[in-house]
Nanobody, 123 residues
Framework: QVQLAESGGGVVQAGGSLRLSCAAS????????MGWFRQVAGKEREFVAA????????YYADSVKGRFTISRDNAKNTVYLQMNSLKPEDTAVYYC????????????????WGQGTQVTVSS
């Protein structure tokens, strides 16, 4: 049974940084893509970044490119999202997700999700 557990959210001032973690368990993830998504109440879930576990290839939403970095630690089975130069519009609940195969920006093709962690950026 795949389990994803996010941590690292919190409140930060604009311009600050946070690092989110997603601890994955339940199987070998070498053939998986891991994604970060975010959602604001009343809006659709939005793609942020993704990484392919096997070769560390990455893909970013234009809105976070150059500010956020996704990475993974094989030994810890953990995926990270380093968020720098945060803006108030980055405020959302951030979710970690997993799917077998290639990176996708579509939430519906990810079969496994964490519970989410709140990120609040104050102006």
């Amino acid at each position: 049974q795949v389990q994803l557990a996010e941590s690292g959210g919190g409140v930060v001032q604009a311009g600050g940084s946070l690092r989110l973690s997603c601890a994955a368990s339940g199987r070998t993830f070498s053939n998986y893509a891991m994604g970060w998504f975010r959602q604001v109440a009343g809006k659709e879930r939005e793609f942020v970044a993704a990484i392919r576990w096997s070769d560390s290839s990455t893909y970013y939403a234009d809105s976070v490119k150059g500010r956020f970095t996704i990475s993974r630690d094989n030994a810890k089975n953990t995926v990270y999202l380093q968020m720098n130069s945060l803006k108030p519009e980055d405020t959302a609940v951030y979710y970690c997700a997993a799917r077998m195969g290639f990176i996708s920006t579509t939430p519906g093709v990810y079969g496994y999700w964490g519970q989410g962690t709140q990120v609040t950026v104050s102006s």
